[in-house]
């Protein structure tokens, strides 16, 4: 069974959390993953957040999402789970996202939180011909989740 280590340490009360193990769950599928998947997701306020994505990725803002991989599944090929990584959101940022972007607090977060899968599975978007193979991926997730921009 795949599982998520959830901790939140923002003032955002959470309500998606069957969402996020239905997008491990379709992520396990998308990625050919032959274990169930294990993730660690922590929820941060704004200032922390900004304080975390400038100490790991020298900028100067509050971010969505940070996304860090566990590389050493070849050590821990003996597990019967993947062990993924670890996801920090900020849940602030998700909904002044969703605002902007007209989406739902659902899609939003729900976009984010595959979008970190992605990440944690090795994508990444730096190159273009990367960032459209990621999104793809992450399209596919949303799709087969029936979880679309235009729900609200």
Known sequence: M???AFKNKSFFRFEFMND????????????SAKKDL??????????????????????NYVTD????????????EF???IELGQIIISPWKIKKQAKEYNHSLRREFCYIFAHGIAHLFGFDYILESEAKIMNQHVDNIMKKLNITREEN
């Open 38 to 59: 294990n993730v660690d997701v922590l929820f941060v306020s704004a200032s922390k957040m900004k304080k975390l994505n400038f100490v790991y990725r020298n900028k």
């Open 20 to 31: 996020f193990l239905d997008i491990l769950q379709v992520a396990k599928e998308e990625f």
């Open 2 to 4: 795949n599982k998520i």
């Open 79 to 81: 597990l019967d789970q």
């Open 65 to 76: 999402i940070l996304s860090f991989p566990l590389d050493s599944n070849e050590e821990l």
